[in-house]
């Protein structure tokens, strides 16, 4: 049984759907530079570990002896102040 003209066409669209690239999506270029970078990260961690300390301080005294309470005691004991580094930028731009 022969095809109708609509269904020729409604094939011949779906061929043509099928064979359209498709729109690639390209990741935004990072601008900060490393020392940015690890400046924010830092801060990041300084905020969180704050955040645990709050955390450790208001905790129940149900929880006291927990592993949760033990955890939150070796985030809080970390010292953070090993990560204020000087990065130089590199290559004569220091």
Same mark, same amino acid.
């Given at each position: 049984? !022969?095809?109708?003209?609509?269904?020729?066409?409604?094939?011949?669209?779906?061929?043509?759907?099928?064979?359209? !690239?498709?729109? &690639?999506? +390209?990741?935004?270029?990072?601008?900060?530079? &490393? !020392?940015?970078?690890?400046?924010?990260?830092? $801060?990041?961690? +300084?905020?969180?570990?704050? $955040?645990?300390? @709050?955390? &450790?301080?208001? #905790?129940?005294?149900?929880?006291?002896?927990? *592993?949760?309470? $033990? *955890?939150?005691? @070796?985030?809080?004991?970390?010292?953070?102040?090993? #990560?204020? #580094? @000087?990065?130089? &930028?590199?290559?004569?731009?220091?």
């Amino acid at each position: 049984m !022969p095809l109708s003209n609509a269904a020729r066409h409604k094939r011949y669209r779906a061929r043509l759907k099928a064979q359209q !690239p498709r729109g &690639r999506y +390209r990741r935004p270029q990072e601008r900060r530079s &490393r !020392p940015q970078r690890w400046g924010e990260a830092v $801060e990041t961690l +300084r905020a969180l570990h704050a $955040e645990y300390h @709050d955390w &450790r301080d208001h #905790l129940p005294a149900s929880q006291q002896g927990s *592993t949760l309470a $033990e *955890t939150l005691e @070796d985030v809080c004991a970390l010292d953070l102040n090993a #990560l204020d #580094l @000087d990065l130089s &930028r590199g290559f004569g731009r220091d």
